[in-house]
């Protein structure tokens, strides 16, 4: 009996699975952090990553000892964005995938913890790749997404407007950090994760499937239509 179950629908993490902007995160922060002497180690980024911001914010002040709230942090952090993302990329293997299954009519959907602003700041070169999702959630900004990555919240919502609002078990999630992986867990969906290299062994372990590229996910293996 295969592991892999059939899936309807697919929701896509943003932040390096569908743009290439991890680098340029990984640059804010560490512009950020590096004016009081301080390193924003890959450890921390893999603690923060798919985090609410204010919580980010407060868990990268006392890792660091910050002389600051997390909302002036967030402030800053913003600063820096609005600096370094005006010009993201999509990632090759983003384009094939999401105009195939797009083509297919799978119904698939974008679930980013970035704030509404910061998804319309990034995705601003973008606008017709991004016509192709069924929606959007921003965690961020959101009202619904109560609690950010871990938790299952942003999966379930994102799951519940579809027009069809499929069960869990319906959808796959593809995700980069080890906190998207159990946010999907949780929310009782499979889940294939495209990890940074840095990314150790053991914060892979949980994904369903781990792949370096998304056109090299098996779409036949969850019912749907090969991309090759």
Do not use: W
Not at 57 to 78: G, S
Not at 93 to 99: E, P, S, T
Not at 113 to 134: N, Q, R
């Amino acid at each position: 009996m295969s592991k892999y179950k059939q899936i309807s629908h697919v929701i896509f993490d943003m932040d390096g699975v569908l743009l290439d902007t991890e680098p340029l995160y990984t640059k804010a922060f560490q512009n950020l952090v590096g004016r009081h002497g301080k390193t924003f180690t890959f450890d921390l980024k893999l603690k923060s990553m798919g985090s609410h911001r204010l919580e980010a914010a407060k868990m990268i002040i006392e890792e660091l000892d910050l002389p600051m709230t997390p909302v002036e942090f967030d402030t800053l952090i913003e600063e820096q964005y609005q600096l370094l993302m005006n010009d993201t990329e999509i990632f090759p293997g983003a384009k094939k995938l999401v105009h195939h299954l797009s083509s297919n009519k799978i119904p698939i959907s974008v679930a980013t913890s970035s704030s509404i602003d910061s998804f319309e700041l990034k995705t601003k070169k973008h606008k017709e790749f991004f016509k192709l999702f069924d929606h959007v959630v921003c965690g961020g900004t959101d009202p619904e997404v109560k609690q950010g990555k871990p938790s299952p919240d942003i999966f379930l919502i994102s799951a519940s407007r579809f027009p069809d609002a499929p069960k869990p078990e319906k959808c796959l999630v593809v995700e980069d950090s080890p906190n998207g992986v159990q946010a999907a867990i949780s929310a009782g969906m499979q889940v294939v994760m495209i990890p940074d290299h840095y990314v150790p062994e053991e914060r892979r372990r949980d994904a369903t499937l781990v792949v370096s590229s998304l056109d090299l996910i098996p779409l036949e293996k969850f019912g749907l239509p090969s991309l090759k």
